[in-house]
């Protein structure tokens, strides 16, 4: 009820609204109150846009390692779109099939900020890191098994990534991924 009474303060004082880490019970406790919210729930996000016009500003790129990394890409994507830009997704691009990830450079180059999502040894952001001249944005999930530590192993990798321009944000943390690709974006 808190999170519902706090987003209809925000949509009475602006034209958007973002709600992170939803459920379909706090979906249906914002829609009570805020009729037209919209629910994403691969995102996992519960969004309003009342500026009735469409993202149009290209240039933001997420990228996936897993299929299982998609809820914290999707976060980011929902989060960039938001804030008007329009994204050019590549997902189940993971380094254990590179061929996958190299099916898509052409779109890669093209990109003037990538977002990185991926789990297990998070060694996918450096090779992105190592074929554009952009900003890439590392997001490590705690998704994965084996000695993945909830996180914490791609995390120190993507720290430790020896590619020039990549930055990292928290675990699982789409949103922050989303809306710094954001900024850049805009330039």
């Known amino acids: 009820q808190q999170v519902a009474a706090i987003a209809e ?20 406790a914002v829609k009570g109150r805020v009729p037209d919210a919209v629910y994403k729930p691969v995102a996992r996000a519960i969004v309003v846009d009342r500026r009735n016009e469409p993202p149009s500003l290209p240039g933001v790129m ?13 976060e980011a994507v929902v989060t960039a779109e938001l804030m008007g830009n329009i994204i050019d997704r590549a997902y189940d691009v993971g380094i254990s099939g590179a061929h996958r990830l190299f099916d898509q450079l052409p779109r890669l180059q093209k990109a003037r900020v990538v977002v990185v999502v991926a789990g297990m040894e998070g060694a996918l952001p450096s090779l992105v ?19 993945s530590f909830g996180g914490v192993a791609p995390l120190l990798a993507m ?16 949103f922050g991924a989303g809306y710094i690709a954001a900024l850049i974006n805009r330039g």
């Open 129 to 147: 890191g190592g074929l554009v001249s952009v900003p890439v944005i590392a997001v490590p999930t705690s998704i994965g098994y084996g000695v």
């Open 62 to 74: 997420v990228m996936s390692g897993g299929t299982a990394d998609i809820p914290v890409a999707e």
């Open 9 to 28: 303060r925000v949509v009475a004082e602006s034209d958007r609204l973002l709600v992170t880490r939803a459920d379909d019970d706090l979906f249906a």
């Open 159 to 174: 720290l430790s990534s020896c590619a020039a321009g990549v930055s990292v944000v928290n675990i699982d943390n789409g």
